[in-house]
């Protein structure tokens, strides 16, 4: 690929996904853009970028993004941010709320969502709590994964024996043991695809706790500003923002007070 046409595709992914790719990133992009080139037939990435260009539906990018698009995740990555949402939730029911709104912006293949799920089920401990997630990303592809809710032995290593047990329903499938998230998640889940680098966003009530980590690492300060403003007027006075703890918001000027590093409370 030469530099300008990867210049090219890395302003498409920037204009659209507000991910900021640097010069490091050529060899990646060639990569992932190959996988989606062999899918259509496409044999060179100055033929896809034109297919790209003029294709006029938006389903191309919508495919371009999701091959671009980093899906690490795992279930209870970054423990402690678990813990603080359980603390939260067991006083919140304490003191008789009664609803509770969760956003995780960065969904990915659903790891992170259900994590949450499970935590909210079990802080409840069966008391009648009108609890819902809103679980966004990207990538549909991504989404699709989450949705359907079925990981391997291996993706459950985080999970503890007894979430195992409640949460989710064993089965063989092709001679391997695979886990599918139980109803009881699912039906407290909205999966929704959202571009984080396009606010204002469509969500209309006000949000407890947002989960938004290890996914600003890839904006640029302006999209970081303009996504932790609008998350700022998406909160409840007093709710929560958990980034990433490889994460920090000292570049954005934001009126979200630092509790402790990676999480931050409206005032």
Same mark, same amino acid.
């Given at each position: 690929?030469?530099?300008?046409?990867?210049?090219?595709?890395? @302003?498409?992914? &920037?204009?659209?996904?507000?991910?900021? +790719?640097?010069?490091?990133?050529?060899?990646? #992009?060639?990569? $992932? %853009?190959?996988?989606?080139?062999?899918?259509?037939?496409?044999?060179?990435?100055?033929?896809?970028?034109?297919?790209?260009?003029?294709?006029?539906?938006?389903?191309?990018?919508?495919?371009?993004?999701?091959?671009?698009?980093?899906?690490?995740?795992?279930?209870?990555?970054?423990?402690?941010?678990?813990?603080?949402?359980?603390?939260?939730?067991?006083?919140?029911?304490?003191?008789?709320?009664?609803?509770?709104?969760?956003?995780?912006?960065?969904?990915?293949?659903? @790891?992170?969502? &259900?994590?949450?799920?499970?935590?909210? +089920?079990?802080?409840?401990?069966?008391?009648? #709590?009108?609890? $819902? %997630?809103?679980?966004?990303?990207?990538?549909?592809?991504?989404?699709?994964?989450?949705?359907?809710?079925?990981?391997?032995?291996?993706?459950?290593?985080?999970?503890?024996?007894?979430?195992?047990?409640?949460?989710?329903?064993?089965?063989?499938?092709?001679?391997?043991?695979?886990?599918?998230?139980?109803?009881?998640?699912?039906?407290?889940?909205?999966?929704?695809?959202?571009?984080?680098?396009?606010?204002?966003?469509?969500?209309?009530?006000?949000?407890?706790?947002?989960?938004?980590?290890?996914?600003?690492?890839?904006?640029?300060?302006?999209?970081?500003?303009?996504?932790?403003?609008?998350?700022?007027?998406?909160?409840?006075?007093?709710?929560?923002?958990?980034?990433?703890?490889?994460?920090?918001?000292?570049?954005?000027?934001?009126?979200?007070?630092?509790?402790?590093?990676?999480?931050?409370?409206?005032?």
């Amino acid at each position: 690929m030469d530099h300008q046409t990867f210049n090219t595709f890395r @302003e498409i992914v &920037y204009v659209n996904s507000g991910i900021a +790719l640097n010069d490091t990133k050529e060899a990646m #992009v060639s990569a $992932r %853009i190959a996988k989606r080139m062999r899918a259509i037939g496409i044999e060179t990435h100055e033929q896809y970028l034109q297919f790209l260009l003029q294709e006029e539906s938006g389903n191309e990018i919508t495919h371009f993004l999701d091959v671009i698009s980093t899906n690490v995740t795992s279930f209870f990555r970054e423990p402690s941010h678990f813990e603080f949402l359980a603390k939260n939730v067991e006083n919140w029911i304490a003191k008789g709320k009664d609803r509770i709104r969760i956003w995780c912006a960065a969904a990915s293949t659903g @790891e992170e969502p &259900y994590s949450i799920a499970m935590t909210l +089920l079990d802080a409840a401990g069966g008391r009648n #709590v009108d609890m $819902r %997630i809103l679980a966004t990303d990207i990538s549909t592809s991504a989404l699709s994964r989450a949705k359907k809710g079925m990981y391997s032995s291996s993706a459950l290593e985080g999970v503890p024996e007894l979430y195992k047990r409640r949460f989710f329903v064993r089965q063989k499938q092709n001679n391997e043991i695979v886990y599918t998230v139980a109803d009881v998640l699912k039906n407290i889940i909205v999966f929704r695809r959202l571009n984080l680098s396009k606010p204002p966003f469509p969500m209309t009530g006000r949000l407890d706790i947002v989960f938004c980590r290890n996914v600003m690492i890839y904006f640029d300060n302006s999209v970081r500003s303009r996504l932790v403003n609008e998350i700022h007027r998406l909160l409840v006075p007093s709710g929560y923002l958990l980034t990433g703890h490889a994460e920090g918001l000292t570049s954005v000027k934001t009126e979200l007070r630092c509790l402790e590093p990676s999480i931050y409370q409206k005032q």
